[in-house]
């Protein structure tokens, strides 16, 4: 209560926002009292491993389908050339892929009109690869990628901490789109994570309805602000309640070259 007093007071900000707050963050019941909710309520789907323990009893959670849609997947990558997982949560290794990694998911963005404040704004790889180094004991950043005849098609990076391994970002070679290298890259990656033991395998905000395939739970995730001024209050109530909203469900809800053009003219 003394830290958000003191930032309130402090801050010169008319709001103060906090985005992606969870449902289960220590500080989200504090702020839930005292702050309103911008937009609606996300989520943020996870796949609890605690009953896989082995690579057995998760591939039982597959159906039929499920299991040749992986299979044929594999199959069509492996006529292009031998097919190879590798997983590190070495420094150098990730720093190796991580550049590529984003570099995929700008072009992959790029095509379909979307936008990302963390990419376009420049920096993540330098920041991921800063971060990488500079890991303790009880938090490291894990990459892994799919190889296919040695040249790297599919990345996956993520955080792992205190038994939950977060997937921050996943990105491939479009020229491999049709042949959906990330459904097979996911599984090899929750699989992997059972061989060190994670609790959670964490898919992250936004909810897309793909991501349920690999979750059996998921988590409220809440847009928090509170207004200090006259200006603050009428900025949350017109913007962020609901010009923000509207606006991000006509962008989402419209063609990918209109979405372009949008981000073209900011």
């Given at each position: 209560?003394?830290?958000?007093?003191?930032?309130?007071?402090?801050?010169?900000?008319?709001?103060?926002?906090?985005?992606?707050?969870?449902?289960?963050?220590?500080?989200?019941?504090?702020?839930?009292?005292?702050?309103?909710?911008?937009?609606?309520?996300?989520?943020?789907?996870?796949?609890?491993?605690?009953?896989?323990?082995?690579?057995?009893?998760?591939?039982?959670?597959?159906?039929?389908?499920?299991?040749?849609?992986?299979?044929?997947?594999?199959?069509?990558?492996?006529?292009?050339?031998?097919?190879?997982?590798?997983?590190?949560?070495?420094?150098?290794?990730?720093?190796?892929?991580?550049g590529t990694a984003v570099k995929h998911?700008?072009?992959?963005?790029?095509?379909?009109?979307?936008?990302?404040?963390?990419?376009?704004?420049?920096?993540?790889?330098?920041?991921?690869?800063?971060?990488?180094?500079?890991?303790?004991?009880?938090?490291?950043?894990?990459?892994?990628?799919?190889?296919?005849?040695?040249?790297?098609?599919?990345?996956?990076?993520?955080?792992?901490?205190?038994?939950?391994?977060?997937?921050?970002?996943?990105?491939?070679?479009?020229?491999?789109?049709?042949?959906?290298?990330?459904?097979?890259?996911?599984?090899?990656?929750?699989?992997?994570?059972?061989?060190?033991?994670?609790?959670?395998?964490?898919?992250?905000?936004?909810?897309?309805?793909?991501?349920?395939?690999?979750?059996?739970?998921?988590?409220?995730?809440?847009?928090?602000?509170?207004?200090?001024?006259?200006?603050?209050?009428?900025?949350?109530?017109?913007?962020?309640?609901?010009?923000?909203?509207?606006?991000?469900?006509?962008?989402?809800?419209?063609?990918?070259?209109?979405?372009?053009?949008?981000?073209?003219?900011?």
């Amino acid at each position: 209560s003394v830290a958000w007093n003191h930032i309130l007071a402090t801050s010169r900000a008319d709001t103060v926002r906090l985005r992606h707050v969870r449902a289960d963050a220590a500080i989200h019941d504090f702020l839930l009292a005292r702050c309103g909710i911008a937009d609606r309520p996300q989520k943020a789907p996870a796949l609890d491993m605690r009953n896989y323990r082995d690579e057995k009893s998760y591939d039982a959670r597959y159906t039929k389908e499920q299991r040749r849609r992986r299979k044929r997947i594999r199959a069509s990558l492996e006529k292009r050339g031998d097919v190879e997982f590798q997983i590190s949560s070495q420094p150098q290794s990730l720093c190796d892929s991580v550049g590529t990694a984003v570099k995929h998911k700008q072009e992959w963005l790029d095509e379909r009109g979307l936008y990302s404040g963390p990419l376009s704004k420049g920096g993540l790889d330098r920041f991921l690869s800063r971060l990488a180094r500079r890991c303790g004991e009880t938090l490291h950043v894990v990459s892994s990628r799919i190889l296919v005849d040695g040249e790297a098609i599919s990345h996956q990076i993520g955080l792992r901490y205190f038994g939950r391994q977060l997937c921050y970002l996943t990105s491939h070679d479009r020229q491999f789109t049709d042949l959906s290298p990330a459904r097979l890259h996911m599984d090899f990656a929750q699989r992997a994570a059972i061989g060190v033991k994670t609790d959670v395998f964490d898919l992250m905000v936004p909810g897309d309805p793909y991501k349920k395939a690999w979750s059996n739970e998921e988590v409220e995730v809440c847009d928090f602000y509170s207004a200090t001024s006259v200006k603050g209050k009428a900025f949350a109530r017109v913007y962020l309640s609901a010009l923000r909203p509207m606006a991000r469900r006509f962008y989402f809800a419209a063609p990918p070259r209109v979405r372009s053009k949008l981000l073209s003219l900011m």
